[in-house]
């Protein structure tokens, strides 16, 4: 089976159209969920990948704030129309393409789409935490981690943060947690528990399956449980939400509203513009190397970061 062959380039049919020329792609699980139908049958031959960075190299006729040469990040947004970043070229909406900062790679542009869309989404918009909440990233290293520990930082927020392995636990804190915990560790919830005086207001939850249950005990009166990521099922007692009124809420970045987009795709880019937003890449594979890319991103048990393809 071919994963990489020619194909013909896109073409700007539509005024709001932006053609980038793609340097590097962004890779999230949700592209392996994807990939295997997960979300219905692909039209074939398909091109998986919504985030990207690169330069501009055409812009339809509507497009007013972007033009040919522009370094820019792109991820998917509500608008729809946007073909797969792991290709040369790139067709997308003009929402969905936003200005890259010189200070940053076009290997961190690329990590910038579905992980800080995601964080930011899930913090503020489904949790609407706030400055002084106590807050509980798990699995703190991986994109979204990183990413919800820089925004959770800068808003003012208590950052506990859990990873697996030594080095991740290290990368957490240098990306503002303010407490770091080993969730292989026998206790690491009690840990947690007395850290934060008595429980949190938030917790990020990435593998919901595993630990729902302990999350929903970790929380304060009223706190919440945003569900990133749960990879199988779980059974629990719905009556360990009545005593402190507690809130399991799910997060999809596809599932924003167009103002929940703007909002967000608005604060991001300021966040990357001001330097307290900043990506941080863990591997870079050659395009050709994109099935070995999608099988670490599922498979990898210590994760330190973005993946990222480079074209």
Not at 14 to 24: A, H, I, K, R, T
Request: proline letters at 5%.
């Amino acid at each position: 089976m071919k994963y990489v062959e020619d194909a013909v380039t896109p073409v700007i049919t539509s005024s709001n159209q932006v053609l980038v020329g793609v340097v590097c792609a962004g890779l999230n699980p949700v592209d392996t969920y994807i990939r295997a139908g997960q979300y219905g049958q692909l039209p074939l031959p398909y091109t998986p990948g919504s985030d990207a960075s690169g330069r501009v190299l055409a812009v339809g006729d509507g497009v007013s704030g972007l033009q040919a040469g522009q370094r820019v990040y792109v991820s998917k947004g509500p608008d729809g129309d946007h073909s797969g970043a792991c290709a040369s070229h790139l067709l997308a909406p003009e929402a969905s393409v936003n200005p890259l900062p010189d200070r940053l790679t076009f290997q961190q542009g690329a990590g910038v789409g579905v992980p800080y869309f995601t964080a930011w989404h899930a913090l503020l918009q489904r949790a609407g935490a706030k400055t002084g909440d106590n807050v509980l990233i798990h699995g703190a290293s991986g994109a979204v981690g990183l990413a919800a520990a820089q925004i959770a930082k800068h808003h003012g927020m208590t950052v506990f943060g859990t990873a697996g392995t030594a080095e991740g636990l290290e990368l957490v804190r240098a990306q503002g947690a303010d407490h770091v915990f080993n969730h292989r560790t026998p206790g690491y919830a009690g840990q947690i528990g007395a850290a934060s005086g008595g429980g949190v207001d938030v917790i990020l939850e990435m593998l919901a399956n595993v630990n729902l249950v302990t999350d929903l005990e970790l929380l304060k009166f009223r706190g919440r449980v945003v569900v990133i990521g749960a990879r199988g099922n779980i059974d629990f007692s719905p009556r360990l939400t009545m005593g402190k009124e507690t809130s399991i809420m799910g997060c999809a970045l596809a599932s924003t509203t167009k103002d929940e987009w703007a909002e967000v795709r608005q604060r991001v880019t300021e966040g990357l513009e001001a330097g307290w937003l900043t990506p941080v890449v863990d591997k870079v594979y050659p395009l050709q190397k994109a099935a070995t890319a999608h099988e670490d991103i599922i498979g990898s048990t210590g994760a330190m970061g973005n993946l990222v393809l480079e074209v």
